[in-house]
């Protein structure tokens, strides 16, 4: 069973930057393709960006192309969101999720993964 824990989460005016952290439990981290998803007050949870077993591809959703970049550390079993130019349509909840994968593989939809973390709230104030 792995467990996920988000940390970095907190408030940011428009206009700045934010980088969010995803450290898994297991030693096999490395075998799970990793994604980052949102949910904002009365909205459906959305994916936001992808990334495969050892970082090689890489996926984001339209809303954050060229604002927001992931990637991942296997040595520290962490997974890592890069937030910048962030606007007030930005704030929600942000979760971390992965999935036993084959190399080379990424997910974008919400029912392709296994595991969630807690999610961490993301602020962003006009």
């Known amino acids: 069973q792995l467990q996920l824990v988000e940390s970095g989460g907190g408030l940011v005016p428009a206009g700045g930057s934010m980088r969010l952290s995803c450290q898994g439990s297991?030693?096999?981290?490395?075998?799970?393709?990793m994604g980052w998803f949102r949910q904002a007050p009365g909205k459906e949870r959305e994916f936001v960006a992808a990334?495969?077993?050892?970082?090689?591809?890489?996926d984001r959703a339209d809303s954050v192309k060229g604002r927001f970049t992931i990637s991942r550390d296997n040595a520290k079993n962490t997974v890592y969101l890069q937030m910048r130019s962030m606007k007030p349509e930005d704030t929600a909840v942000y979760y971390c999720?992965?999935?036993?994968?084959?190399?080379?593989?990424?997910?974008?939809?919400?029912?392709?993964?296994?595991?969630w973390g807690q999610g961490t709230q993301v602020t962003v104030s006009s």
């Open positions: 999720a992965a999935r036993n994968a084959v190399t080379g593989a990424y997910y974008t939809t919400e029912s392709d993964y296994q595991y």
């Open positions: 297991a030693s096999t981290f490395s075998n799970y393709a």
């Open positions: 990334i495969t077993r050892v970082g090689t591809k890489t």
